[in-house]
């Protein structure tokens, strides 16, 4: 399985960014898309994650602000991040897990896009 990030960069404190990851390769139809970050210093944490049957977590920090979504026919996950804060400054990484139930990641990693929050 591969999965390709786009959509980082750089935005002013409450700009917006849309994230996007595409998944190629052999990938259950049953399975979990999501997006993690890592700041400097810190550990790596889940921002949000969906599965394929549309069931949504997003860690607290993000909720309200922050929208997953996913494109089944294109194997896509999605973020849409809004009211960013400099606090959301880290590299994104999108992530799949061929399973709907365990948890964690899954051992599929994107390569990281790089999101900065500028004051």
């Known amino acids: 399985v591969q999965l390709q990030a786009s959509g980082g960069g750089l935005v002013q404190t409450g700009g917006s960014l849309r994230l996007s990851c595409a998944a190629s390769?052999?990938?259950?139809?049953?399975?979990?898309m999501g997006w993690y970050r890592q700041a400097p210093g810190k550990q790596r944490e889940l921002v949000a994650d969906?599965?394929?049957?549309?069931?949504?977590v997003y860690a607290d920090s993000v909720k309200g602000r922050f929208t997953i979504d996913r494109n089944n026919a294109k194997n896509t996950v999605y973020l849409q991040m809004n009211s960013l804060e400099s606090e959301d400054t880290a590299v994104y990484y999108c992530?799949?897990?061929?399973?709907?139930?365990?948890?964690?990641?899954?051992?599929?990693w994107g390569q990281g896009t790089q999101v900065t929050v500028s004051s």
């Open positions: 992530n799949l897990k061929p399973s709907i139930l365990t948890p964690g990641p899954g051992r599929s």
């Open positions: 969906i599965t394929s049957f549309g069931r949504i």
């Open positions: 390769g052999s990938i259950s139809s049953i399975n979990t």
